[in-house]
Every structure is written in structure tokens, then in C-alpha cells.
């Protein structure tokens, strides 16, 4: 496992899908409930490992004063009051634009083009440059 096995208990799908929810629902113009459908969809796979692991570079990469566990302590204490607060809506770059897809992708939206463009070499440097992007925004999320 690239991550803690507390990460995943404190970031559990319901977590993640709230954090990405403002900007997956803004990014396709739908609702919320359509959105937390589709994203929940998405991350049941091995999308939301992915995402985790970048998370944890991320976090890791975030502060260096802090140990392995004092990192899982600031998520936790951050998520204690309201772990399923929205996160903040960004505009999407390319990075998230490629997150999205890869979203839609795992969750069965996207179409066969876009499955041809992400399995590309250049879709594949898209979509980790993507996961990392998101990863960051995620981590400052859970630490906020």
C-alpha cells in the first residue's frame, strides 16, 4: 500500500466524493445528487487508491515538521466536526480537466474517445499529472 491504512479510515469515499463535489458538479453542469451519484460510482474502484496515494505525496510533501503520524493526526482532528463538509470549487486546469476524465472513465460516462485519449502515452502523463493535482487539493482539503 503507497499510503496509511488510517488515511483511507479517516478519507473514506463519502469524504472524498464531498471534497470533489462542488467542482465535479460545476465542471459538468449538474446537480449534486447527479454528481455525488457519478463520483461515487467513480472512486469504488481503484481510482480512489490512486487519488489516496498522491494525496499522501502530497501531504507528505506539504510540511516537512510533521511525522507520519502527525500528519494522520492533523486529517483527523480537521475532519472531527464535519468530515463531509464540500470542498472549495476551483476552476478546472488541465490537470483537473484530466482528473475529470478519468473520473467519468471509472464511472462509465465518458466516451470511447476520451478512453482511447487517456490510454494514449500523452493521456497517461495527463492523467498523473492530473492525480497529482488533485492529490494536493485534496490534501489541503482534509487539512484545512
Request: glycine share 6%; net charge neutral; charged share 25%.
Amino acid at each position: 500500500m503507497r499510503y496509511p491504512p488510517r488515511l483511507a479510515h479517516l478519507a473514506t469515499r463519502a469524504v472524498v466524493v464531498a471534497k470533489l463535489l462542488p467542482t465535479y458538479a460545476s465542471a459538468h453542469s449538474i446537480d449534486d445528487e447527479e454528481a455525488r451519484t457519478r463520483l461515487d460510482a467513480a472512486l469504488s474502484g481503484s481510482l480512489l487508491e490512486e487519488l489516496l496515494a498522491s494525496t499522501w505525496v502530497a501531504l507528505q510533501g506539504g510540511t516537512r515538521r510533521l511525522t507520519d503520524d502527525g500528519l494522520l493526526e492533523k486529517v483527523a482532528k480537521s475532519l472531527q466536526d464535519r468530515p463531509l463538509r464540500p470542498g472549495r470549487t476551483v476552476e478546472p486546469t488541465p490537470g483537473w480537466s484530466a482528473f475529470l476524465v478519468l473520473a467519468d472513465l471509472s464511472a462509465g460516462t465518458a466516451s470511447e474517445s476520451a478512453r482511447r485519449l487517456m490510454e494514449s502515452d500523452a493521456g497517461q502523463v495527463r492523467a498523473r499529472a492530473g492525480l497529482a493535482e488533485v492529490g494536493a487539493f485534496l490534501a489541503r482539503e482534509l487539512t484545512r
